[in-house]
């Protein structure tokens, strides 16, 4: 009996090693990795320029409190304010203190304005952490029960419709809209541009904070370094996590205008936020993503992946309703809940998730090469036409 509390249903499977897109079990079995450990090494397994990163900062100084000035740390925050077009970074641990911070930012916002009970909009199908704060504005009853009462100041209303933003207008405690660009644990569903500039037109003409959690688009993923990059306009604040450490633990909270002025000293903290040994982690990341120009790739492995599954699958036509996502984020929605998948990808020696119930989900790395990204869709053509023939018994 492990010692491990059982809060994951794990799969029969140990990995030892890792490099580039590929995983090994002790005895040296090769799994094709197409979930990057649900979208964290976005540059591979055991990257080498992250690895040389963390081997020279782990000789020179690992981790320095907050209550002193860090370099590494100052240096990674100016260049993410320059990606993102933002002025300020909180550094926290992991994309649910990412969000925490945001959230916390928020309400502080609107105490600075003299609201007594500042709440947040969150949308349907959302995820945004498991802490008490983040896993109330996840919009998922599943992973809320059992933990009530839940942490009051957030109303939730459908993904999608801007008349249900407007229809709060008259609201006098909203404060901010808190939302994923694209979904991933709700079906890997891409939010509409038209959408998301309605946020932020609802959000100027009610003085609310606009806040986009891209723990998971972040990055790079979606062809861009974020998904909102592109759209003519920015959030007040945007979160990240997941890719920006490549398997080191770090989360950051970017807020621009107004938003970068409301936290000050004493209003929120992190032990090991933007450590010496994640800050350098994170800034090996960035460098190989602009250096390499990364992006560029994000469309053309989406192609190879999607076009080699429909090329060997005979079912793939009759079982997959439609595409969904971006860049690599990569949703295939399937006509009826199919979470047997997973089980059925890792006989394949491939690893994929499935999530909404329906939706396969792909997060691969962008380093993938061009034969790793046809060898994705073919083994998962394999899975599914396998599949098929289940379901006909």
């Known amino acids: 009996m492990s010692s491990i509390m059982p809060t994951y249903k794990r799969l029969p499977v140990q990995f030892v090693r890792g490099q580039g897109a590929w995983l090994y079990d002790a005895n040296d079995t090769a799994y094709l990795d197409a979930l990057t450990g649900i979208a964290v090494t976005g540059l591979g397994h055991c990257h080498p320029a992250v690895s040389a990163a963390l081997a020279k900062q782990a000789q020179t100084l690992m981790h320095c409190s907050n209550l002193y000035h860090i370099p590494t740390q100052e240096a990674l925050a100016e260049t993410l304010c320059r990606i993102a077009g933002m002025d300020a970074v909180f550094f926290g641990n992991s994309g649910a203190e990412a969000n925490e911070a945001a959230i916390k930012l928020a309400r502080l916002y609107g105490h600075q304005n003299g609201i007594e009970s500042p709440t947040v909009i969150v949308l349907e199908h959302a995820f945004h952490g498991r802490t008490m704060a983040t896993l ?19 109303i939730r209303v459908p993904a999608g419709n801007i008349e249900a933003i407007a229809a709060l207008a008259n609201n006098a405690n909203i404060v901010a809209v808190l939302a994923e660009p694209v979904q991933g644990e709700g079906g890997v569903r891409r939010l509409s541009d038209d959408y998301l500039r309605g946020l932020r037109e609802q959000c100027d003409r009610n003085n609310w904070l606009l806040m986009f959690d891209e723990v998971q688009s972040g990055n790079g993923r979606v062809g861009t370094y974020f998904a909102y990059l592109g759209l003519n306009f920015k959030p007040d604040v945007v979160t990240t996590a997941k890719g920006l450490g490549n398997g080191v633990p770090i989360g950051a909270c970017l807020a621009q205008g107004k938003a970068a002025k409301v936290l000050g000293a004493g209003n929120h903290g992190s ?20 250096q390499d120009n990364l992006t560029q790739r994000v ?39 199919c979470p047997e998948l997973v089980s059925l990808a890792l006989e394949q020696k491939l690893l994929i998730n499935v999530t909404a119930g329906n939706v396969v989900r792909l997060l691969p790395a962008l380093t993938l090469t061009d034969d790793e990204a046809i060898l994705i869709g073919e083994r998962l053509a394999g899975v599914i036409d396998t599949y098929a023939r289940q379901l006909k018994g």
Request: no cysteine; proline share 5%.
């Open 136 to 154: 109330t504005a996840t919009g998922n009853a599943a992973v809320q029960k059992g933990f009530e009462p839940l942490v009051p100041g957030f």
């Open 271 to 290: 032990t090991y936020g933007g450590n010496p040994l994640a800050s350098a982690a994170a800034m090996a990341v960035i460098n190989t993503i602009e």
């Open 299 to 337: 469309p053309l492995i989406r192609k190879l992946i999607s076009e080699s599954l429909y090329q060997h699958s005979q079912a793939a036509t009759d079982l997959i309703k439609t595409e969904s996502g971006q860049g690599l984020m990569l949703g295939f929605v399937m006509s009826q809940d």
